[in-house]
């Protein structure tokens, strides 16, 4: 229940400022229509969570100005102006840009990211006929070049988890930045839409919603833009969505993550500690490890991993001596500090 009055309320922040950006636009762009979703030539265009309108608390509002590259510069900028200024004037956290179609899209070409954001843009007031195609460009565009921009997604995203971590280990988690976060879930739709790969659409968005739940609660919290989860606000975060006590319970930096609460510090953990369980528990727990008493040198270390093999004398001496820096030797050879004698060689 919860959870859908977090996604409801983060549509009805996107649904609010439509309204106030078609407002602006039809005041900047006297036309004709009374349907400030139509235009000639320019266009108020939604792209990244705001495009997805997934706008929590605090978010920017992602918003490019599009224009048709024959519209004169100057209107372009009386028209820009008029749009930002009342929205800077009522503290709107504003993320904006100026490109013309040819410009879009040629940004796209060689960006990755840029093309991912076309992917979920999204025409607010003007020519949305001319939103519409310059996104079905972007697209085919993406998918003709599907392979080469994949490997160019995976660098960036490895350079990106070296930097934030992964949400399920990290001490203090990025929720947009880190593996596994936010922005790994933008990744994956985009990567879904070349039509190379494919994953379970339902459990994906469930856990993209719960991460956009996490982060709306954290907003709230912190009063203002947040995105990485501090061990102090946990508790209070917790409550707000209404998880018990165990679950809001911050791990000590140094817990392994497997002693985490999976409420709070990563939902892609689950999924992850599932699918390597069974590797985890034949090489991590010591417990299921063959066990024999440590020994000296090199062959003592080995005692315990040559199963069904039966040691040499000489390695049977390491093992009963149990010290380290015990070198045993021949037969005739004297022990050196060797408390159990010369009988161990």
Excluded at 5 to 14: G, H, I, N, S, V
Excluded at 89 to 96: I, N, S, T
Excluded at 289 to 300: K, L, Q, S
């Amino acid at each position: 229940m919860i959870s859908q009055e977090l996604a409801q309320r983060r549509k009805d922040r996107a649904l609010e400022a439509d309204r106030l950006l078609r407002q602006l636009f039809a005041a900047a762009t006297p036309h004709d229509s009374d349907d400030p979703r139509e235009g000639s030539g320019l266009a108020l265009v939604a792209v990244g969570g705001y495009g997805r309108s997934e706008l929590s608390p605090f978010s920017d509002l992602d918003v490019v100005l599009l224009h048709d590259p024959s519209v004169e510069e100057s209107v372009v900028r009386e028209v820009a102006e008029a749009i930002w200024y009342p929205l800077w004037d009522r503290g709107v956290a504003l993320d904006h840009s100026v490109r013309d179609t040819v410009q879009m899209r040629e940004t796209a070409r060689t960006d990755h990211r840029a093309a991912m954001g076309m992917l979920d843009a999204r025409p607010v007031a003007g020519d949305a006929g001319q939103v519409m195609a310059l996104r079905s460009q972007v697209l085919a565009d993406w998918r003709r070049d599907a392979r080469a921009r994949v490997e160019e997604v995976r660098e960036s995203r490895l350079a990106r988890i070296e930097r934030a971590g992964w949400i399920a280990h990290a001490a203090v988690p990025d929720l947009k930045e880190s593996g596994g976060g936010l922005r790994d879930s933008v990744t994956l739709r985009a990567l879904v839409a070349t039509w190379l790969i494919d994953v379970p659409h339902h459990e994906s968005e469930q856990l993209r919603g719960e991460l956009l739940d996490v982060r709306d609660a954290l907003h709230e919290v912190a009063g203002r833009r947040a995105e990485r989860l501090d061990a102090d606000v946990i508790p209070e975060v917790a409550r707000l969505m209404d998880l018990g006590a165990e679950e809001a319970r911050p791990a000590h930096p140094s817990a392994r993550s497997s002693d985490r609460p999976p409420g709070l510090v990563g939902l892609a953990k689950d999924r992850r500690r599932r699918r390597t369980r069974p590797q985890a528990d034949h090489h991590g727990d010591r417990s299921a490890r063959p066990t024999a008493r440590r020994g000296c040198g090199r062959a003592g270390r080995r005692g315990h991993l040559d199963q069904g093999r039966r040691p040499g004398r000489r390695s049977r001496a390491r093992l009963a001596c149990g010290r380290r820096g015990c070198s045993p030797g021949g037969a005739d050879q004297p022990r050196h500090g060797c408390p159990a004698g010369p009988e161990h060689g």
